[in-house]
């Protein structure tokens, strides 16, 4: 199993432009989530997905979307990109059932907007 | 809000003494805590979870307290080894109710010299 893997892992775009993250897990996990890593700030939750064709909002999706056509992919749009978006992504996986066991992070990405 | 506070500043120790990280939350009783270790550049790694109702959990030289009266958890990596330097992530998990919510604390580096 290949686990979580995002790509790309390094992107620069400058203001206005839009770009996809991509996230695929290969280990048919239900839940899937995407955060973003500030210095000095813990992950921040974006949006979130707990099964194909079901999204909702995290605690910072101002600029992003998201969607969830298959259980192993799960997308991340940034619709027109600003500075304040430069940041670590990170995709994670969670297998169903219950919430409270291990989740399982991609290597990340790091976005800078100029 | 719901927070979960870790100690920013870095916590340096000398090679084979025992390391403590503290994580504090405030404002609700979290069901679950878990801590995850994080490299440079890396994804955070899964290392232990605690139930609310567990008052310790060992996982061999890791070691997670739970105190429900403070409102913290403890982590202790005894016999600590330069490889052991890294940040570490405290996280809560929702407990019943699986929405796909992790809250992170901002993490504590900790840099273990040989």
């Known amino acids: 199993n290949a686990g979580v893997t995002q790509t790309p892992k390094f992107q620069v775009l400058k203001t206005g432009q839009s770009m996809t993250l991509q996230c695929a897990q290969d280990m048919n996990h239900e839940y899937m989530s995407w955060y973003r890593q500030d210095p000095g700030m813990g992950l921040r939750l974006i949006h979130y997905?707990?099964?194909?064709?079901?999204?909702d909002q995290g605690e910072v999706p101002n600029g992003y979307n998201v969607s969830r056509s298959t259980t192993e992919d799960f997308p991340l749009r940034l619709l027109s990109a600003a500075p304040s978006q430069t940041s670590v992504y990170f995709c994670?996986?969670?297998?169903?059932?219950?919430?409270?066991?291990?989740?399982?992070f991609g290597q990340g990405t790091r976005l800078t907007v100029v | 809000s719901q927070k979960i506070e870790q100690n920013s500043e870095a916590l340096n120790i000398q090679e084979g003494k025992t390391a403590t990280l503290t994580c504090n939350y405030t404002n609700y009783s979290p069901a679950y805590l878990q801590w995850y270790r994080q490299d440079p550049g890396r994804g955070p790694v899964f290392l232990l979870l605690i139930r609310e109702n567990e008052k310790e959990k060992r996982k061999e030289r890791l070691k997670v307290t739970f105190d429900t009266t403070l409102k913290q958890s403890l982590f202790h990596i005894t016999a600590s080894q330069p490889a052991d330097s890294a940040t570490y992530l405290c996280?809560?998990?929702?407990?019943?109710?699986?929405?796909?919510?992790?809250?992170f604390g901002q993490g504590t580096t900790l840099q273990v010299k040989p």
């Open positions: 997905s707990v099964g194909a064709g079901i999204t």
């Open positions: 996280v809560r998990t929702p407990g019943s109710g699986n929405t796909g919510k992790l809250i």
């Open positions: 994670a996986s969670i297998p169903g059932g219950s919430m409270n066991t291990e989740a399982f």
